[in-house]
């Protein structure tokens, strides 16, 4: 974050010890259509005090009517907060009515639906976020009349006259990290002002959470620096590539010794259910998935090794050790996590349940890795500075140390 000597100067200095209160950001999912938006505000609690469920006002947020615009926000994960005190945090939720049922808008509790029902699976994701900065309504960095020269030198260029923004991508990254979160790399994508990166490997409750968190620090970062971070799929007509959420996925039986065939039943099932994907891909899948700039034409299907114009692409790396992941090349990057990781968790386990592919994930040995270096000592280290909770746990009570 770029120093602002106005607030630093009513930052707390030193409390000598004493017990001081600490902020939490509450953050949710707005009812905004097509595209959710994300919300936030600030909590003050004692010292001794975990973040509680708490309410807003939905009537604001296309999420309740004025005569009756109580929504409930409950606490799904909690981190470190990167961009204030060494105690404050940050507070993801799901939403909820009054009467403490899911919200229609609350995609999440639908995916922990499903990943209870196939967690003998253990699926995993590694997911690949795009954006774009944008700056007085053109991408970054780009002329103010006319275009940039056509792509090609952008993708993991480097050099300041053709890679702006990569200051903000640091202060993300390093305020990623600092939060406990399982970022796996950046790089700069094939348009200039366009850049990524990765959240995984994880399971789809916490790879979902993250990835929100991930959004709200880019977002936020992004107001410091002057600039907005917009996930639309083609945010640029014409001969520019779209943003996408590449999403890596793999189960246990994927990951076993000859799982290279359940890859590719993986790959077939999902093949039988074009339309129920794409729906739930992000709004806008049309304009990004042409068939051009690395892309699938979004009412064909196809897969293959190495083919960065596949709908799925199978590593080379996977097709060589015959076991791993798959990475669907359709979503958006304005895609709803929640729905992405739910459907194909339901059409790839809800295929192989009764099947050969159930009784090789009951015997399936833990210590395989997947997509994105799944299950890796560093991803544990960071998810340990993190707290995921159900919608059926009940807050910890606070312990002598926050984090």
């Not at 259910?273 to 700039?293: C, M, W």
Request: proline residues 7%; glycine residues 10%; aromatic residues 8%.
């Amino acid at each position: 974050m770029r120093e602002n000597p106005l607030r630093e100067k009513y930052l707390p200095t030193d409390h000598k010890g004493d017990p001081v209160p600490y902020q939490a950001e509450y953050i949710w999912i707005d009812g905004t259509e097509p595209s959710p938006l994300l919300r936030s505000k600030t909590r003050i609690l004692a010292d001794d005090k975990e973040p509680p469920i708490w309410g807003f006002d939905g009537s604001s947020t296309n999420q309740a009517e004025g005569s009756n615009s109580d929504c409930v926000l409950r606490p799904v994960f909690i981190c470190p907060d990167p961009l204030r005190g060494i105690d404050d945090v940050l507070v993801m939720c799901e939403v909820l009515n009054v009467d403490m049922k899911p919200h229609s808008t609350n995609m999440r509790a639908k995916l922990e639906t499903v990943a209870k029902k196939y967690a003998r699976f253990e699926p995993i994701f590694g997911l690949e976020q795009e954006y774009t900065f944008m700056q007085n309504g053109r991408p970054y960095g780009w002329p103010s009349n006319g275009y940039p020269a056509p792509q090609g030198p952008y993708y993991c260029g480097v050099g300041g006259d053709i890679m702006p923004g990569r200051d903000i991508v640091e202060a993300h990254t390093a305020a990623c990290m600092a939060a406990g979160l399982a970022i796996e790399g950046t790089n700069a994508e094939v348009m200039m002002g366009q850049w990524e990166f990765q959240i995984g490997a994880l399971p789809p409750l916490e790879v979902s959470d993250q990835l929100w968190v991930a959004r709200w620090l880019l977002f936020r970062i992004a107001e410091d620096f002057g600039v907005f971070a917009t996930l639309e799929p083609k945010p640029m007509l014409g001969d520019w590539n779209g943003a996408g959420c590449h999403t890596n996925y793999s189960t246990k039986p994927m990951r076993e010794e000859g799982g290279y065939r359940h890859i590719i039943a993986a790959c077939e099932a999902i093949g039988k259910k074009v339309d129920e994907h794409i729906e739930n891909y992000g709004p806008g899948v049309e304009l990004r998935l042409t068939g051009a700039h690395e892309t699938a034409h979004y009412t064909e299907f196809s897969y293959g090794v190495s083919d960065r114009g596949a709908s799925i692409r199978i590593p080379w790396q996977v097709a060589i050790d015959k076991k791993g992941y798959l990475e669907d090349r359709r979503p958006n990057a304005n895609m709803d996590p929640y729905r992405v990781t739910r459907v194909i968790v339901n059409t790839t386990c809800s295929a192989s349940s009764g099947g050969s592919g159930s009784s090789s994930a009951k015997k399936a040995s833990s210590k395989n890795g997947s997509s994105k270096k799944a299950g890796s000592k560093k991803a544990a280290k960071k998810s340990a500075s993190t707290k995921t909770l159900t919608s059926v746990d009940v807050l910890p009570k606070k312990s002598s140390k926050r984090r």
